[in-house]
């Protein structure tokens, strides 16, 4: 009898939670109260940014547990972020480039120590891409998962 697949109980709910909490923050930030009150928009607007900085490091760190499930032999034990990247665009979990994922992380790295204006509306705007690139991971990972089942 063979074992079972490891990705057919593989947990995606933390990260799916985190995706719409960045969704949702987003929504806010393009509401009619945020369009009306400057300072609530700077609110929601840092409320996204939170949920990109969390969302981020979700969503490597579930990518790797998900590689190392899928393929348990040729992963590194402690790969590098660029072989994480690179390994889960290889498997087709993550349909955009390393150079979208390096600048996520980049715009990560840029807002975790100081909270600047100027800073945080760099790392905004990249929050709807990394949205975008992160539900096509979930998507990605929800196929392999049913298809493991």
């Known amino acids: 009898m063979s074992e079972p697949d490891p990705l057919a109980s593989f947990d995606i709910s933390p990260l799916e939670r985190a995706v719409v909490r960045v969704a949702r923050s987003l929504h806010y930030v393009a509401s009619d109260l945020a369009e009306s009150d400057a300072e609530i928009k700077d609110e929601f607007r840092q409320s996204a940014i939170q949920a990109f900085e969390y969302t981020f490091e979700l969503a490597i760190k579930t990518l790797e547990r998900f590689l190392k499930a899928s393929r348990p032999i040729g992963m590194p034990i402690r790969p590098t ?27 990560r790295n840029l807002i975790s120590h100081t909270y600047d204006a100027n800073k945080a509306a760099i790392v905004f705007s990249i929050v709807p891409n990394f949205l975008d690139e992160t539900r096509l991971l979930l998507e990605a990972m929800r196929l392999r998962i049913a298809s493991a089942k």
């Open 81 to 107: 972020y660029n072989e994480l990247i690179r390994a889960g665009i290889a498997d087709g979990l993550i349909a955009g480039e390393l150079s979208n994922w390096i600048l996520f992380r980049e715009r």
